[in-house]
């Protein structure tokens, strides 16, 4: 039943929002942003940071007195699963990333996790320090204590999207906004309702403290990271656990998802499979029922046996061993504790919203498209945990390590939507290309963590004669690259992925086969571990064509297709097993040659061929370029290159020790040109 004072609360919204809609003509004034975040998470903070460096006017709603409320109670025990790898061997910080998956992106290198843990699975409150400190130190505007309770929308053709959204908090006061983020998670429990479900303690409430479970007999309903992160700790204290659910027990380590069970947390599988008394049992818990006898123990039966029953006494309903004796479950517990994980909180959304429900699997979060933007209402963008929806099971949107390059490509869409600020690119001459490809393969942690859901897309200029870099674009609204960038596709795209290979990861997937790894480049689309795909189309691919994709294909089928062997260390630089497969693809999608030549073979090129390749054009032929040294020289002439002409030559020409050394000369008419510069981390084309 409500509190009086809770009564008292929806009474005033209700008398709060009615005023509202009945403003037409002359509506009062009240707090108008831009944009509106609920939530001071981490999706949440990360977007109000991006807002932020952009100057756009913005604010964050947060009904806790500090950041990240969720972790100052989740995870109970306060050991986080998303490791904290503070070591790497390399000083790029870009590739760090890719192995630090509590960071939020920032231009502070002090914000950076490792500064608050050494843990490499750290503890929650690490978390919450972390992200008061982010939100503090970056002055993100955010209003703490302020819960959005009701959120509803006001038709208005001024509006950016033809609505402005009007939300409500617990005392009433409204607030006006034209963009809503919401970034609130996926934080109320789930919940299944069966006869005797009465006796089930849930894990937002069941005690941490092994002392309360001594000698006792445990049933966990559910098969996730929270009900074996429970029976860790107690497992050394109780008399036997069993676990019970619907799906069998997914490895993160067999389907390559981080949400499935994490080796940290996987010793009740030891006992069981030792056969130490724990076990795991498969049922739909819908069909189960829980009996609580005279002394307070918990028997499990089915419905079946309940609703055959004449009699509603406890003790007189049929249990499964009164017909089979030895039935799995017939062992009475004391204690039942439901771990079933979270969903998104709907109820604060007025049907105005439109705001609907996945379907099936993914029923707890909110319908929304792969733009993050829900699928019935324009300007309603959900970020973070609760947009998992977009790659469940499939990447890591729902984890910090995943949804911090989301949110950064949420916010690109919106700055190219109402600010014409179109999506960043860089822009390099076409014999950059392959040097381009294997920079960002190598070292970007946004392909890598978002695999097979953002992509970096390179867009081919008139002729071919040079190309845009856009890095991690939402792969699944690719037909709408043009207006949603503000870029233009000339020539043809190459889309660059990494994927793992198609029938590698599953629950019933034994990936610890011999021979599970593939080392030859023309095996290489027989690649199992993640690795790079790049995808070639003449022209981009239409919605239609989008819709039709193979299964488990991110992308359409497209007109050409290489694959990047797979590498045990994922460095993607070895000359022939790597870069060299890449530049002929390339070459062979493109019509021409992409590699490096000396100025005397551009000559050679330019009196035999009539077209030259793209480097000769773009440095010989202008005369810009690198000339050769004596050092090169020498190199050219031992690798058969070029003719040693030194050797023909007269005593005299090589004497004239006071004549200047050949190299200073050829120094002092190099011919410098900042475009072949760049990109000069990565390892030269052959």
Same mark, same amino acid.
């Given at each position: 039943?409500?509190?009086?004072?809770?009564?008292?609360?929806?009474?005033?919204?209700?008398?709060?929002?009615?005023?509202?809609?009945?403003?037409?003509?002359?509506?009062?004034?009240?707090?108008?942003?831009?944009?509106?975040?609920?939530?001071?998470?981490?999706?949440?903070?990360?977007?109000?940071?991006?807002?932020?460096?952009?100057?756009?006017?913005?604010?964050?709603?947060?009904?806790?007195?500090?950041?990240?409320?969720?972790?100052?109670?989740?995870?109970?025990?306060?050991?986080?699963?998303?490791?904290?790898?503070?070591?790497?061997?390399?000083?790029?910080?870009?590739?760090?990333?890719?192995?630090?998956?509590?960071?939020?992106?920032?231009?502070?290198?002090?914000?950076?996790?490792?500064?608050?843990?050494?843990?490499?699975?750290?503890?929650?409150?690490?978390?919450?320090?972390?992200?008061?400190?982010?939100?503090?130190?970056?002055?993100?505007?955010?209003?703490?204590?302020?819960?959005?309770?009701?959120?509803?929308?006001?038709?208005?053709?001024?509006?950016?999207?033809?609505?402005?959204?009007?939300?409500?908090?617990?005392?009433?006061?409204?607030?006006?906004?034209?963009?809503?983020?919401?970034?609130?998670?996926?934080?109320?429990?789930?919940?299944?309702?069966?006869?005797?479900?009465?006796?089930?303690?849930?894990?937002?409430?069941?005690?941490?403290?092994?002392?309360?479970?001594?000698?006792?007999?445990?049933?966990?309903?559910?098969?996730?990271?929270?009900?074996?992160?429970?029976?860790?700790?107690?497992?050394?204290?109780?008399?036997?656990?069993?676990?019970?659910?619907?799906?069998?027990?997914?490895?993160?380590?067999?389907?390559?998802?981080?949400?499935?069970?994490?080796?940290?947390?996987?010793?009740?599988?030891?006992?069981?499979?030792?056969?130490?008394?724990?076990?795991?049992?498969? *049922?739909?818990?819908?069909?189960?029922? %829980? &009996? =609580?006898?005279?002394?307070?123990?918990?028997? +499990?039966?089915?419905? $079946?046996? /309940?609703?055959?029953?004449?009699?509603?006494?406890?003790?007189?309903?049929?249990?499964?061993?009164?017909?089979?004796?030895?039935?799995?479950?017939?062992?009475?517990?004391?204690?039942?504790?439901?771990?079933?994980?979270?969903?998104?909180?709907?109820?604060?959304?007025?049907?105005?919203?439109?705001?609907?429900?996945?379907? *099936?699997?993914?029923?707890?979060?909110? %319908? &929304? =498209?792969?733009?993050?933007?829900?699928?019935? +209402?324009?300007?309603? $963008?959900? /970020?973070?945990?609760?947009?998992?929806?977009?790659?469940?099971?499939?990447?890591?949107?729902?984890?910090?390590?995943?949804?911090?390059?989301?949110?950064?490509?949420?916010?690109?869409?919106?700055?190219?939507?109402?600010?014409?600020?179109?999506?960043?690119?860089?822009?390099?001459?076409?014999?950059?290309?392959?040097?381009?490809?294997?920079?960002?393969?190598?070292?970007?942690?946004?392909?890598?963590?978002?695999?097979?859901?953002?992509?970096?897309?390179?867009? /081919?200029?008139?002729?071919?004669?040079?190309?845009?870099?856009?890095?991690?674009?939402?792969?699944?609204?690719?037909?709408?690259?043009?207006?949603?960038?503000?870029?233009?596709?000339?020539?043809?795209?190459?889309?660059?992925?990494?994927?793992?290979?198609?029938?590698?990861?599953?629950?019933?997937?034994?990936?610890?086969?011999?021979?599970?790894?593939?080392?030859?480049?023309?095996?290489?689309?027989?690649?199992?571990?993640?690795?790079?795909?790049?995808?070639?189309?003449?022209?981009?691919?239409?919605?239609?064509?989008?819709?039709?994709?193979?299964?488990?294909?991110?992308?359409?089928?497209?007109?050409?297709?290489?694959?990047?062997?797979?590498?045990?260390?994922?460095?993607?630089?070895?000359?022939?097993?790597?870069?060299?497969?890449?530049?002929?693809?390339?070459?062979?999608?493109?019509?021409?040659?992409?590699?490096?030549?000396?100025?005397?073979?551009?000559?050679?090129?330019?009196?035999?061929?009539?077209?030259?390749?793209?480097?000769?054009?773009?440095?010989?032929?202008?005369?810009?370029?690198?000339?050769?040294?004596?050092?090169?020289?020498?190199?050219?002439?031992?690798?058969?290159?070029?003719?040693?002409?030194?050797?023909?030559?007269?005593?005299?020409?090589?004497?004239?020790?006071?004549?200047?050394?050949?190299?200073?000369?050829?120094?002092?008419?190099?011919?410098?040109?900042?475009?072949?510069?760049?990109?000069?981390?990565?390892?030269?084309?052959?």
């Amino acid at each position: 039943m409500p509190s009086p004072s809770k009564h008292a609360q929806d009474l005033l919204l209700t008398f709060a929002l009615c005023l509202a809609s009945s403003w037409a003509d002359d509506p009062p004034v009240f707090p108008y942003h831009d944009y509106c975040i609920l939530g001071a998470g981490p999706s949440g903070l990360q977007m109000a940071y991006f807002l932020q460096r952009a100057g756009r006017d913005y604010v964050v709603f947060e009904r806790g007195s500090a950041p990240g409320r969720f972790f100052t109670l989740y995870p109970r025990h306060r050991k986080l699963i998303s490791i904290n790898k503070r070591y790497t061997g390399k000083s790029n910080s870009e590739f760090n990333l890719r192995h630090d998956w509590n960071s939020l992106l920032s231009h502070d290198s002090q914000l950076l996790f490792q500064h608050y843990s050494h843990d490499f699975f750290p503890d929650a409150d690490a978390m919450v320090r972390y992200l008061g400190d982010f939100a503090s130190l970056l002055d993100l505007q955010v209003r703490y204590n302020t819960s959005i309770n009701h959120v509803m929308l006001e038709k208005d053709t001024k509006a950016w999207n033809g609505h402005y959204f009007i939300l409500a908090d617990h005392s009433a006061q409204l607030y006006k906004c034209s963009v809503l983020l919401v970034a609130t998670g996926t934080w109320v429990p789930h919940k299944v309702h069966f006869p005797g479900s009465e006796y089930v303690e849930g894990y937002e409430s069941v005690s941490i403290d092994p002392e309360d479970f001594v000698g006792q007999s445990v049933l966990i309903l559910g098969r996730g990271n929270s009900a074996f992160e429970t029976a860790e700790n107690i497992l050394g204290v109780t008399n036997f656990i069993h676990m019970i659910s619907r799906s069998r027990v997914r490895l993160s380590w067999a389907t390559h998802y981080v949400g499935d069970l994490r080796a940290i947390n996987n010793g009740l599988l030891d006992t069981y499979q030792l056969k130490s008394l724990d076990g795991l049992l498969e *049922g739909d818990l819908e069909d189960l029922v %829980l &009996i =609580k006898d005279k002394k307070g123990k918990l028997h +499990t039966t089915l419905r $079946f046996y /309940l609703e055959n029953s004449n009699s509603s006494e406890a003790e007189s309903i049929p249990l499964p061993q009164d017909e089979l004796d030895n039935f799995a479950a017939r062992a009475p517990y004391d204690r039942a504790i439901r771990c079933l994980g979270w969903q998104f909180d709907f109820s604060i959304f007025n049907k105005s919203v439109g705001l609907m429900k996945g379907k *099936g699997s993914k029923k707890k979060y909110p %319908l &929304i =498209k792969p733009s993050y933007e829900a699928k019935a +209402t324009r300007g309603f $963008f959900v /970020l973070g945990t609760a947009s998992h929806s977009v790659d469940f099971r499939k990447s890591a949107g729902g984890f910090i390590h995943g949804f911090r390059y989301t949110a950064r490509a949420v916010h690109r869409l919106l700055e190219v939507r109402h600010h014409d600020v179109p999506w960043p690119c860089s822009v390099y001459p076409i014999m950059q290309l392959t040097n381009a490809i294997v920079k960002r393969v190598n070292e970007a942690s946004g392909l890598y963590q978002m695999f097979s859901v953002l992509a970096d897309v390179i867009l /081919l200029k008139e002729n071919a004669t040079a190309f845009e870099y856009l890095e991690e674009y939402p792969v699944g609204v690719l037909q709408d690259l043009e207006w949603r960038t503000g870029r233009k596709v000339q020539e043809g795209l190459f889309v660059i992925l990494m994927e793992y290979g198609k029938n590698f990861s599953g629950a019933d997937k034994d990936v610890f086969y011999y021979n599970r790894a593939v080392g030859e480049p023309q095996h290489a689309w027989q690649s199992n571990f993640l690795h790079p795909v790049i995808y070639y189309y003449k022209r981009l691919p239409t919605e239609r064509e989008m819709r039709l994709s193979p299964p488990d294909w991110p992308l359409p089928r497209p007109d050409a297709i290489h694959h990047i062997v797979e590498d045990f260390l994922t460095d993607w630089t070895a000359p022939n097993a790597h870069i060299l497969p890449l530049r002929r693809f390339l070459e062979n999608c493109l019509g021409t040659d992409l590699r490096r030549f000396y100025a005397e073979s551009c000559f050679l090129f330019a009196l035999t061929r009539r077209r030259l390749p793209p480097f000769c054009q773009q440095g010989y032929m202008r005369m810009q370029g690198l000339m050769g040294n004596e050092r090169l020289r020498r190199h050219g002439v031992e690798a058969g290159l070029l003719e040693d002409y030194t050797a023909v030559d007269s005593p005299n020409e090589q004497e004239g020790s006071s004549m200047q050394s050949h190299d200073q000369l050829l120094e002092d008419h190099m011919t410098p040109n900042g475009q072949l510069q760049q990109l000069i981390s990565t390892k030269d084309e052959l």
